[in-house]
């Protein structure tokens, strides 16, 4: 694995990412809580138009490409929360929560899309202890949820 | 949102909740753990007694006080843990596993119901992450299990 | 609950058990993270070669076997990150989800498998928060994964 040379903003745009906007969450809570070292950051998916379930509307390899767009939505929460990507010290956790037929098997090949993203984004830092589940239904009909817990370095005050 | 004057267990009284006594676990654990500022509190559901799926049995509007049910049972084993409740300092963190039907869509709208009653009783203290997934079964049939995290100061010593 | 007496490998060793070696992580991800005092631990299941779910080819004892067994694998990575299992200050929070039937309501009894194990051989220590529920479906169609987090204080450096 590689180390990440200068700042991570210089690394989103050698990786030719460039991050949405942070999106509102879906009812009454707020997008992350920083305690103690920590910040955990509210479930997160894909675009909200995506809907539908692995091994039914989608395989998995669409599945790997929504847990790196739910990786992105993670991103610019991150961003929201800690001003400049540096302040992120370690990626920590990130669980999955796959929306799957309950014949479905590769829950751990879909939650790849963004623990690839997390590692070509913070290189080492980006190394994180993971799970998976299969979920029978999700909200929206999304068809992953991610729900991750960075340590970072918060720069003025906590969360709100 | 309005900041909280006075003590929580005041906030309570002016929102008419009494709370019950803190549930047993219902297997070999504690209903919490103490642990570096965090207080990490066991799935509590409403009364054992309600059985049933959400998009089956029950709608979104019953899911949602049987989140409040759960909340209340969340209240009072935090109550067990630190005391008076202004020993909270801050709700950080939700996570929702309701039993739902694999149509099922709104869990959000049904996780408001712990949601709404932490920002009651806690005002800013009560702004909160969280993540939902609907899950295919749960222990006794229960229709929905939270899970949830609290930066608080311990009265005393640990949890034990 | 008895206190645990003399170092923790003796009392494996008093209770007949020992280790296997930790298994490598399913995907792109590590076994552990340490981050302020919490040692956040990838999900674990029993042998990749058990596969099915309870209530359909396994029964709720299956399940308490397979629980325990993913508990092992489990203390497996403790020792690889901290050493001496001396080095675990608490069991924090496990997470279990169970691959089950929709019918299935004895999750918390399967839980107890790796619950009972905690105790045995931590004691006090042992004791934890926990939460369970029913997955529709998991990586590799393993009974059951469990998610753990732990108070240890690292011997030499952190997780990588």
Same mark, same amino acid.
């Given at each position: 694995m590689f180390?990440?040379?200068g700042t991570i903003e210089?690394?989103?745009m050698a990786l030719g990412i460039i991050l949405p906007?942070?999106?509102e969450p879906a009812a009454r809570y707020a997008n992350y809580i920083y305690s103690n070292g920590l910040l955990f950051i509210s479930g997160k %998916?894909?675009?909200?138009s995506t809907k539908g379930k692995? %091994?039914?509307q989608?395989?998995?390899?669409d599945g790997y490409q929504f847990a790196r767009q739910a990786g992105l939505e993670v991103l610019a929460v991150l961003k929201q929360a800690v001003g400049r990507l540096d302040n992120v010290l370690q990626?920590?956790?990130?669980? %999955?929560?796959?929306?799957?037929d309950r014949a479905f098997e590769e829950h751990h090949k879909v939650l790849n899309g963004i623990s690839d993203l997390m590692l070509d984004v913070f290189g080492e830092k980006g190394v994180h202890a993971r799970s998976v589940m299969g979920a029978n239904s999700l909200r929206d009909n999304l068809p992953i949820i991610v729900d991750t817990i960075f340590?970072?370095?918060?720069?003025?005050?906590?969360?709100?």
């Open positions: 180390k990440v040379e210089n690394q989103l906007q942070a999106s %998916g894909p675009s909200a692995l %091994g039914q989608f395989s998995t390899e990626v920590v956790k990130i669980q %999955g929560f796959v929306n799957a340590e970072v370095r918060m720069p003025v005050n906590d969360s709100l």
